[in-house]
C-alpha cells in the first residue's frame, strides 16, 4: 500500500498529508533500482576500461558487433537494434569511419541511407574486443552456478519485460544461457 493510500486509509479518506506521514522505512540499500545500478556501472566500467585502452568506447564497440553479425547495418536500425538514439549512433559510425575501422556503402533501395561493414582493421580489434568481453562474461559467471546463471538471465528478461523494453533482433540469444552462436570469429 502506497503512503498516500495508507494515509488515506488511516484518516477515514481525508486528503493526504506529507507533513503527517511517517517517514519512509526504506533505506538506499533496500531498493533494487540501487543494485541494479551498482552491478551495472561495474559491469560496464570494467569492460569500458579495457575497451578504451584500444581506443573505442562502449557504444563503439556495440555498433561494430552488430554490424559484424549482421543484427543491424543502417544508423536507422543500429538505433533500433542497439536502443540508443540515431545521433549516438551518426557520432560512433563517424568516429569509428575515421579510424578506418568501419566503412559505408551506398543502401541499394534508399538514397538517404547507407550500410555500414567492418574494415579488415575493425574485425582485427572486434576479435581483441570480443575476446576482452567474454573473458570478463566467464568471470562473473564463474560466481554463479548455471542455474543461477539461467535464473538471473531469466529475471533480467522479465524485468525489462515489465518496463516494456522491447528490443529488436536477437538481443537476448540463447549463447546468454549457454548456446555459442553459429558464426564465429
Known amino acids: 500500500m502506497t503512503l498516500k493510500k495508507k494515509a ?25 533500482a ?11 566500467s570494467k569492460f569500458e576500461n579495457s575497451l578504451l585502452k584500444l581506443g573505442v568506447t562502449v557504444a563503439q564497440w556495440q555498433i561494430m558487433i552488430s554490424i559484424y553479425h549482421e543484427d543491424a547495418t543502417t544508423p536507422k536500425d543500429l ?27 551506398p543502401h541499394p533501395e534508399d538514397r538517404r541511407s547507407i550500410h555500414l561493414a567492418l574494415t579488415a582493421k575493425g574485425l582485427k580489434l572486434l576479435k581483441v574486443t570480443l575476446a ?22 531469466s529475471t533480467l528478461r522479465q524485468l525489462l519485460e515489465f518496463q516494456e523494453i522491447t528490443p529488436t533482433g536477437n538481443v537476448w540469444p540463447t549463447s546468454a544461457i549457454g548456446r555459442s552462436r553459429a558464426k564465429r570469429v
Open 8 to 32: 488515506a486509509s488511516d484518516s477515514g479518506n481525508q486528503p493526504f498529508n506529507a507533513d503527517a506521514a511517517t517517514a519512509p522505512e526504506s533505506g538506499l540499500h533496500d531498493h533494487l
Open 79 to 105: 538505433a533500433a537494434y542497439i536502443g540508443i538514439d540515431a545521433a549516438a549512433v551518426s557520432r560512433g559510425a563517424t568516429r569509428l569511419l575515421a579510424k578506418g575501422l568501419v566503412k559505408k556503402t
Open 132 to 153: 576482452i568481453g567474454e573473458e570478463q562474461d566467464a568471470l562473473w559467471k564463474s560466481s554463479m552456478t548455471a542455474q543461477q546463471e539461467h535464473a538471473f538471465v
Open 34 to 44: 540501487f543494485w541494479l545500478h551498482r552491478l551495472s556501472a561495474s559491469v560496464l
